[in-house]
């Protein structure tokens, strides 16, 4: 049993950082995840793990500060909220597109624009669905909990590294902003350069010793036919990460007649739904999407085979329902509902919409 | 003689660094990229530390260095190269970390990054082209275009009321005190090459007393950019560039102020 706390989701995500042995966090103030940097910058990891610490000028540098991070092979992060992901798109592009591996965590306030500082799940488009320009993906956890924001940061620096891709932890302002009960990982120590060496050394930019080529970290390639290999590459990645990782919780699906799809925030407000509506006779079940890259396309298509209708509840206008729409591919009633600029829903009104657009729509 | 008997150990008195590929450069005649990549070659070699120098490209003509000089290589997003250099010096501490960029790159986008890198006093060398003009994209208006100078945005040539001033950046980081060392020079002659190459290795040497940014400018032609041949070019430089952007040192921490520098050391 590892130590348990009580703690803010923001906090956990720097103890697990530090816990995991991560080498470097670049950051830049924003609500409503600004505890993040404060925690790590009140427990001076440099002093103890050797884990970099740095508050840079601007969301635009710290992004650049995880690319040249990953470029050397180290374990490096950042986390910001949805107007300062808005800024990183541009090096999360060149991080995907070099094929970097690295932690990015989005805690999603409500938009567009400046916005509330309110919890939102409005910038699933963004993270799901490019961001930046050009073809990718980046490896995407939505944590539901306090101990998931623990629990996705090894997770997420491990499929990072894997597949040689960003993975982002894509929570919003209320898992960040509440208290859970958390048992913390327990402490890993940092890479050594040996195990760089090891793990990275094939890429890495860690000084041209006389025994190796010259590595290069670029997502520069003029030649038509050469870009197009790397971006089959790449694809074949992404294809990889849909057959081997893609992670999802059913909760009560087994006699469900209906099904809220819901990740993050949503999915705890839709768990006390079912109570209400399995009271009032109504059963329904939650499919919990835990990866939204890769997406439980076949776990969604396999219940659309036996249900009648499914709710899709996210705090934004409707952009993952897009996504289950797909899955069930015109074979059952799909809706959305969800409540914007940063209101979360309450469990009665879910419950409600699944009646009135669901059960009394078809 | 045959070429074998001529070039003996005894005889060479110059030859290419080892540093440099063999990769034909894409540079135009008269460039000055082209010295400048030789001269941080030759330092490279010369302080023995191929193996342990990370450079960092920028996007501009020099976006293609790294097929240039045989060391490890991060390409960064146009500006952002201050911001790569940071974070691999902080995590790799021993390493030499520097960045190349010209004034498009440093100067227009990536200000934010170079002000805020240098004010930090980073222990990473800046070397920054500064020709007054977009070289890759064709030759449009660069912040350190100077006034009344025609370029592809600018036909009718720099107009202040219209463009604003020419920024001076070089004076501008000598102003921060996390630089140690910034110094402005140039290429086009024998002479400036040697003293150009000077600055480049003491800028790399400072990195080994950890006493903040060595900022070195190369003020520099484009040939195809200014639409007038090398040698005219060097001649223009000298009579135009060089009134507005004095050549030498802005300031130098161990000659300027030598018991801050020592504070600085101990």
Known sequence: MGELKLMKGNEVIAHAAMRCGCDGYFGYPITPQS??????????????????????????????????????????????????????????????????????VNVVRGGPGLGTIQPAQSDYYQTCKGGGHGDYNLIVLAPASVQEMNDFVDLGFELAFKYRNPAMILSDGAIGQMMEKVELSDFKPRWTDEEIQKISGSWATTGKTADREQHIITSLELDSESMEKINHRIQAKYRKMEEEEVRYEEIQCEDAEYIFVAYGSSSRICQKSIEIARAKGIKVGLLRPITLFPYPTKAIAKLAERVKGMLSVEMSAGQMVDDVRLAVNGKIPVEHFGRLGGIIPTPDEIVEALEQKIIGGK | ??????????????????????????????????????????????????????????????????????????????????????????????????TYQGDGDLASIGAAEIIHACNRGENITVIFINNG??????????????????????????????????????????????TC??????????????????????????????????????????????????????????????????????????????????????
């Open chain 1, 35 to 104: 505890e993040v940097m404060e925690t790590l910058m009140l427990k001076k990891p440099w002093e103890t793990t050797g884990m970099v610490v740095l508050q840079a000028e601007s969301e635009v540098a710290s992004i650049n500060m995880v690319y040249a991070g990953a470029s050397c092979g180290k374990k490096v992060m950042t986390s910001s909220s949805s107007p300062g992901v808005s800024l990183m798109q541009e090096g999360i592009t060149y991080i995907a597109g070099a094929e970097l591996p690295c932690l990015l």
């Open chain 2, 1 to 98: 003689m045959a070429d074998i008997d001529i070039i003996k150990d005894e005889n060479i008195v110059y030859k290419k660094s080892k540093v440099l590929t063999d990769n034909v450069m894409h540079y135009c005649p008269g460039c000055s990229h082209g010295v400048v990549h030789k001269l941080i070659a030759e330092v490279i070699e010369e302080m023995g530390i191929q193996d342990k120098t990370i450079g960092v490209s920028p996007v501009g003509c020099s976006v293609f260095a790294y097929n240039y000089l045989d060391i490890d290589w991060q390409e960064a997003a146009h500006g952002r190269a201050p911001a790569l250099a940071t974070a691999t010096k902080r995590l790799m501490p021993d390493k030499y970390v520097f």
């Open chain 2, 133 to 178: 003009i977009y070289g890759m994209t064709g030759g449009q208006m660069a912040p350190t275009t100077l006034v009344g100078m025609k370029t592809a945005t600018t036909p009718y040539g720099r107009d202040v009321e219209l463009n604003g001033y020419p920024l001076k950046m070089t004076e501008l980081v000598a102003q921060l005190p996390g």
């Open chain 2, 181 to 266: 060392y910034v110094t402005r020079q140039s290429v086009h002659t024998p002479a400036t090459v040697r003293k150009c190459k000077k600055a480049i290795r003491k800028a790399f040497e400072n990195q080994d007393k950890k006493i903040g940014t060595s900022f070195v400018e190369v003020t520099s032609t484009c040939n195809s950019g200014w639409k007038i041949p090398p040698v005219e070019a060097n001649n223009w430089m000298v009579d135009h560039m060089f009134k507005f952007y004095k050549q030498g040192d802005l300031k130098d921490s161990e000659k300027d102020n030598p018991d801050d520098y020592k504070k600085f050391i101990e």
